[in-house]
């Protein structure tokens, strides 16, 4: 299995919703990422656990909360966002152990995030 | 700090010609260079990586770019491109001993029949 997986596709919400993505990889990478990417821009990094611990977060307002229950999972928790967080937001991951930045991101196809 | 700079948004070309895609990057260390590409409503997949060794690294689908220290470049290309290589194109550099990847702004190649 080389796939990472995102769900759900879309996802709608108030500014007022609480909602997670979720992520999952098995594929035995001990590194995963959330990135958000505006539209016709690149993937902005937002946060980046390596064995199940926040190795990096890149400032990300506390209205995003990041969650890495086991190796396989990342969720992000979405709590009062605002109409300008409407963006795709991109799981990866990655093997780790050998040197870190020679690593391949694996990425999934992403959840289109509107809010309203 | 490590930086990338793909200098055109917009590449179109038609069916059959070859294509090049810029890619420069700024770094005061070591880095390892990528090509992802993005299809439309798609997350990104890896097209081709410079770790080390041959200057010259080619993937399964035609593409090729070559790691030109001296200049700090990456360019991408393909001798005869087709419909479906029409999506975004990312240059990206990590640094050795960092998690981040960073990202050029994006060549959006748009092949016409």
């Known amino acids: 299995d080389t796939e990472v997986t995102q769900t759900p596709k879309h996802l709608v919400m108030g500014m007022t919703n609480k909602k997670s993505l979720k992520c999952e990889q098995h594929?035995?990478?001990?590194?995963m990422y959330w990135y958000k990417q505006k539209a016709k821009k690149p993937p902005e990094l937002m946060f980046v656990?390596?064995?199940?611990?926040?190795?990096i977060n890149e400032s990300v307002p506390s209205r995003f909360s990041p969650e890495c229950p086991n190796s396989s999972l990342l969720n992000l928790h979405l709590h009062a966002l605002q109409p300008e967080d409407s963006a795709l937001y991109l799981c990866?991951?990655?093997?780790?152990?050998?040197?870190?930045?020679?690593?391949?991101?694996?990425f999934g196809p992403g959840t289109r995030l509107t809010v309203l | 700090a490590q930086s990338v700079t793909q200098l055109d948004s917009q590449v179109p070309v038609f069916e059959e010609a070859p294509v090049e895609l810029r890619c420069n990057y700024s770094?005061?260390?070591?880095?390892?260079l990528f090509w992802y590409v993005q299809y439309p409503n798609q997350g990104l997949q890896l097209l081709l990586k410079y770790l080390s060794g041959s200057t010259l690294v080619e993937s399964i689908n035609g593409f090729e770019a070559e790691f030109n220290k001296s200049q700090t470049s990456f360019h991408l290309r393909k001798p005869s491109v087709h419909i479906s290589d029409t999506a975004e194109y990312f240059c990206a550099v990590s640094a050795r001993n960092t998690d981040k990847l960073i990202f050029g702004t994006g060549t959006r190649l748009q092949v016409f029949p």
């Open positions: 770094s005061s260390v070591s880095v390892y």
């Open positions: 594929m035995g990478h001990r590194a």
């Open positions: 990866a991951s990655s093997q780790q152990g050998r040197e870190i930045g020679l690593n391949e991101q694996f």
């Open positions: 656990y390596s064995y199940e611990k926040l190795s």
